[in-house]
């Protein structure tokens, strides 16, 4: 959700990140990867100005742009 917000491409979250954007594809399609891993994907979409949010048991994420209707 984060990183299609941005307009990014696996390839620029894992460059923005210092992963391969091999390591983002399998994270987005299920495989396990290692904490620290995801902790760089987060704080490389958190300095982009992604907010994650948590509300009871739903999690979201906002991020900067226009809103438009």
Do not use: H
């Not at 959700?1 to 994270?27: F, N, Q």
């Not at 760089?40 to 979409?45: C, D, I, Q, S, Y």
């Amino acid at each position: 959700m984060a990183r299609a917000g941005l307009g990014w491409s696996a390839a620029d979250l894992g460059a923005k990140a210092g992963l391969a954007r091999e390591t983002v594809t399998r994270y987005e399609s299920g495989s396990t990867i290692a904490p620290s891993t995801i902790k760089a994907m987060r704080g490389a979409l958190e300095a982009a100005g992604a907010d994650f949010l948590q509300i009871s048991d739903k999690v979201g994420v906002a991020v900067p742009g226009a809103f438009q209707q």
